[in-house]
């Protein structure tokens, strides 16, 4: 779960703004996760966390970069995550993965930040960015109705339009890019399939048809973020964006009713168990080595663990894939 956790704070990053050429952007993101595994049923993962970062809009854009400021991480150490002609350079700095809202404060309080960024394809140099005081919005992220549950059985239509409904959120005042944005992704190697962008008050989402493949295993994100931004804070055109977002993980897949069937001949029998092992021993969906679509995943979480095998072991015994 923590990879994506990881990977909806660094979204909301991505997401926050543009920069120009020659331009040095800063972001902040923080964020609080739950899952939902029901209708009605959502649960805190009690993981809070913050992402902060610092983007060069061409490749190779700094050696280095490093935070100061008045918290326990400092000067805080920060990694090169992404790098390309099309998007620049971009460097994370990461806290550490907190139970509450006052435990990840004390660690990344508001105030100034300074960025330091050593030399490469743009200059070097200091920059301070001021995180502001967390402004999350005070609604919890739930996909409402039987919205849920009608994603679980969403295998033998694929071809039609998906609607589902969500309570939306409260925007703060001064915020000023705040968002409701809705992600479905492939927990193997597909990547985002589907996306989309709304205000904070929408209450309804619709994935068009064509949009999901059959066979697949995916996990949805949906963010509730209040978001603040300040273009032209940056340097030479960069931008200044801050992010506080409760975002909801939910899983589901297209796999139709038999998904331990791993051969596809209607038996759940030691054939799918040679397969179902080969899964197994690899632990990770995205590893080079692992089957297209991953079908040992059958939690739909990425990962083909001892949790996956229980399912199968009640499916095996079964040996007929229901009709």
């Known amino acids: 779960m923590r990879h994506s956790i990881w990977m909806a704070t660094a979204l909301a990053l991505l997401s926050a703004?543009?920069?120009?050429?020659?331009?040095?952007?800063?972001?902040?993101?923080?964020?609080?996760?739950?899952?939902?595994?029901?209708?009605?049923?959502?649960?805190?993962?009690?993981?809070?966390?913050?992402?902060?970062?610092?983007?060069?809009?061409?490749?190779?854009?700094?050696?280095?970069?490093?935070?100061?400021?008045?918290?326990?991480?400092?000067?805080?150490?920060?990694?090169?995550?992404?790098?390309?002609?099309?998007?620049?350079?971009?460097?994370?700095?990461?806290?550490?993965?907190?139970?509450?809202?006052?435990?990840?404060?004390?660690?990344?309080?508001?105030?100034?930040?300074?960025?330091?960024?050593?030399?490469?394809?743009?200059?070097?140099?200091?920059?301070?960015?001021?995180?502001?005081?967390?402004?999350?919005?005070?609604?919890?992220?739930?996909?409402?109705?039987?919205?849920?549950?009608?994603?679980?059985?969403?295998?033998?239509?694929?071809?039609?339009d998906f609607t589902g409904t969500m309570g939306g959120f409260t925007d703060d005042p001064g915020a000023n890019a705040s968002a409701l944005t809705f992600i479905v992704y492939d927990v193997g190697k597909g990547g985002v399939f589907w996306s989309a962008t709304m205000p904070p008050t929408s209450t309804a989402f619709t994935i068009p048809g064509g949009s999901i493949e059959a066979g697949r295993a995916y996990f949805g994100v949906m963010y509730y973020t209040v978001s603040f931004s300040s273009p032209g804070a940056g340097v030479d055109g960069g931008s200044h964006a801050s992010s506080f977002s409760r975002n909801v993980f939910f899983y589901f897949n297209t796999r139709g009713p038999c998904p331990a069937d791993q051969n596809g001949d209607g038996f759940v029998d030691d054939a799918d168990f040679v397969l179902f092992v080969q899964g197994y021993n690899l632990l990770y969906c995205a590893d080079p080595e692992a089957v297209e679509k991953c079908p040992a995943d059958l939690t739909n979480d990425g990962y083909v663990l001892d949790d996956d095998f229980s399912i199968f072991v009640v499916a095996y015994n079964e040996l007929l894939c229901p009709e």
């Open 17 to 160: 703004g543009a920069v120009w050429a020659g331009a040095i952007s800063f972001a902040s993101s923080k964020a609080e996760n739950y899952r939902q595994t029901g209708d009605g049923i959502v649960t805190p993962y009690n993981d809070w966390s913050c992402v902060l970062s610092i983007t060069g809009d061409v490749a190779d854009a700094f050696s280095n970069c490093t935070i100061n400021y008045a918290g326990p991480l400092s000067p805080l150490g920060m990694v090169a995550v992404s790098n390309s002609i099309e998007h620049g350079q971009t460097w994370y700095g990461y806290s550490d993965l907190h139970q509450t809202l006052a435990s990840l404060e004390a660690q990344v309080p508001p105030g100034e930040y300074e960025f330091v960024y050593d030399a490469n394809a743009l200059p070097g140099g200091s920059h301070i960015f001021e995180l502001p005081p967390s402004a999350f919005c005070a609604e919890m992220p739930e996909l409402l109705g039987d919205t849920f549950s009608r994603l679980q059985l969403y295998k033998n239509d694929l071809g039609s």
